[in-house]
């Protein structure tokens, strides 16, 4: 038995067979599923040669009368849907930029029987952050220049004798990287090549010594900015005095 399957018995476990009925001539919840797959399908975006991106807010738009039938089977349907949603994107090698969340909601101008479902990445906020894996151990590029050797004064310490105390630079701006050999005694490699200054693209590997470090972009949700606060109307009001202006 499929996941599907599956899932539709569950749905009938869960109302009485007098409304199970009713679904013959409206929407039915394996409909949903099906949706929300096409929608991550469509929607996936390649960010890297290993990350696809893939919306992570969904709206699901329902007709008066699908949506009351819906709501009959309540919190498991969605819950349903987040786990098909979850194992479709893992099926897929999708990944997201923040939690899951999927909203059935009632749209008067869709006919009986018919669905549309809406999608975003984020809330259609994402940032990209920058990290480089060493020896096991995954490190955020949080400064424009970040220094990797063997001395204690490097940003990141590794532990290779085969390497400078100062050895490779990686330079970030937030979009874009760079690496730099930082004039070493044994040389920096950028997937397999000499460089003494290179672009470094995602999942990059540079090797200094006999060490590996990895370079990836990852998305990341970024918070809302809050609102600002309004304007002053004018010079009296910024600085706190009544619209009349200065009081004798």
């Not at 999927?102 to 906020?125: F, K, N, P, Y």
């Not at 760079?178 to 090797?207: C, F, I, W, Y």
């Not at 002053?232 to 706190?240: I, K, L, Q, V």
């Amino acid at each position: 038995m499929g996941l599907l399957d599956s899932f539709e018995k569950g749905l009938e476990r869960a109302v009485n067979s007098a409304f199970a009925k009713t679904f013959r001539s409206g929407i039915q919840p394996v409909e949903i599923a099906s949706a929300l797959r096409s929608e991550l399908d469509k929607k996936a975006a390649v960010v890297s040669r290993d990350r696809i991106l893939a919306p992570n807010s969904f709206t699901v738009r329902l007709s008066p009368t699908d949506d009351d039938h819906m709501r009959a089977i309540g919190p498991a349907l969605e819950e349903e849907l987040d786990g098909i949603v979850q194992t479709h994107a893992k099926a897929q090698g999708y990944s997201f930029a923040g939690p899951i969340t999927i909203s059935l909601v009632r749209d008067d101008e869709l006919a009986t029987g018919t669905l549309r479902v809406d999608s975003s990445t984020a809330q259609g906020r994402v940032s990209w952050r920058g990290v480089v894996e060493v020896e096991g151990k995954r490190h955020p590029l949080i400064k424009a220049r970040t220094v990797i050797g063997r001395g204690s004064d490097a940003d990141i310490t590794i532990s290779d004798p085969g390497t400078s105390r100062k050895h490779v630079e990686i330079l970030w701006d937030g979009e874009r990287a760079m690496v730099r050999d930082m004039n070493s005694t044994n040389g920096t490699q950028l997937n397999g090549r000499k460089v003494t200054e290179a672009a470094l693209p995602p999942d990059s590997t540079v090797r200094i010594g006999r060490t590996d470090i990895v370079f990836r972009v990852i998305a990341q949700a970024s918070p809302t900015a809050p609102p600002r606060p309004p304007l002053p109307d004018d010079r009296t009001r910024a600085f706190g005095l009544p619209d009349g202006g200065p009081q004798e």
